[in-house]
């Protein structure tokens, strides 16, 4: 059974600094891509990095130069480090098994960015 289950989220200031943790369960990154996406309040839900299973990565461009994502495959575990964050940065961020068409997606993790 493939679970994810993300982690690190929370109120930061403008500016601040979280990292996400993606705990992968059911499946090894050696052989998938994993994405992390973000919901804002009232919108639909975007992509915002992708890492496949070759180490390449890809980012949105609104991310890219602020948010990098990386893995461990020996924890099974995907990151997104988020710096100088944003008021618009804010909403629930799930990580997901694919990039282009997500099949398995955790519960979500709620990041604030807020004064």
């Known amino acids: 059974q493939v679970q994810l289950v993300e982690s690190g989220g929370g109120l930061v200031q403008p500016g601040g600094s979280l990292r996400l943790s993606c705990a992968v369960h059911?499946?090894?990154?050696?052989?998938?891509?994993i994405g992390w996406f973000q919901q804002a309040p009232g919108k639909e839900r975007e992509r915002v990095s992708c890492?496949?299973?070759?180490?390449?990565?890809k980012y949105s461009g609104s991310k890219r130069g602020r948010f990098t994502i990386s893995r461990d495959t020996a924890k099974n575990m995907v990151y997104l480090q988020m710096n100088s964050l944003k008021p618009e940065d804010t909403g629930v961020y799930y990580c997901?098994?694919?990039?282009?068409?997500?099949?398995?997606w955790g519960q979500g993790t709620q990041v604030t960015v807020s004064s």
């Open positions: 997901a098994t694919g990039c282009a068409t997500p099949t398995h």
């Open positions: 059911g499946l090894t990154l050696d052989h998938y891509a």
């Open positions: 890492i496949n299973s070759d180490d390449n990565t």
